[in-house]
Nanobody, 114 residues
């Protein structure tokens, strides 16, 4: 069983920054790809960023150059540094991995508003 727990969301003004964290339980963290998704009201869930076990990173077009995904295998944690935030980044952000099935965290709300 894999458990994912996100933290770090909140309210931030446009142009501001936030750093999300996702702590993973279990021994699979070091060998698994980890992803961040987001879902805004009335929209489908979309991939924001992903990172492989060998540190290869991929980003959605809307966040390239502004968001950075990273991982700390010693802490079983994946991070999402979000800079230059825009109102359209407002969403619930979810951590995700696949290990025999899909595992999701409970989500953390990010609101970008003045």
């Amino acid at each position: 069983q894999v458990q994912l727990v996100e933290s770090g969301g909140g309210l931030v003004q446009p142009g501001g920054s936030l750093k999300l964290s996702c702590a993973s339980s279990g021994s699979i963290f070091n060998i698994n790809n980890m992803d961040w998704y987001r879902q805004a009201p009335g929209k489908e869930r979309e991939l924001v960023a992903s990172i492989t076990a060998t540190d290869i990173k991929r980003y959605g077009d809307s966040v390239k150059g502004r968001f950075t995904i990273s991982r700390d295998n010693a802490k079983n944690t994946v991070y999402l540094q979000m800079n230059s935030l825009k109102p359209e980044d407002t969403a619930v952000y979810y951590c995700h991995t696949i290990y025999g099935g899909h595992y999701w965290g409970q989500g953390t709300q990010v609101t970008v508003s003045s």
